[in-house]
């Protein structure tokens, strides 16, 4: 964790980059710092996973209506300051992507963030030893 997941109409793909949207909001993740100048995300654990809709209805469907959903999902444990220091800086972010296709194209965005205690949380994977801490 984190994970942040991006749910998406797929009629963008033709008309931006959602693997360079990843990308850039991976990167963004990875540059957020605590009061004490820590980074707030681990390397290892930032993911960010996009998947288009197979299947959609956006407002009254008379135009091709766009729609972006970003899910930050975290641990507990990171100041309200913190969290809301990521999110502005994902919803940043994400704004700065869809800039050049706003002007002709009908997009709603919407970005959640998430803390929570998972009821389970099973792990297997090999990826954090190769960045220390």
Known sequence: MPHLVILYTPNLESKTN???LCRTLADTMLEQRDEAGKPVFPTGGTRVLAYPAAHYAVADGKRDYAFVYLNLRMA???SD???ANAGDALLAKTKAHFDPIFPDN?????LQVEE????????????????PK
């Open 18 to 20: 959602m693997t360079l």
């Open 76 to 78: 507990t444990g990171r």
């Open 81 to 83: 300051r913190v969290k």
């Open 106 to 110: 009908y997009i709603g965005i919407t």
């Open 116 to 131: 929570g205690r998972p009821a389970y949380d099973g792990r297997h994977g090999n990826i954090h030893p190769l960045f």
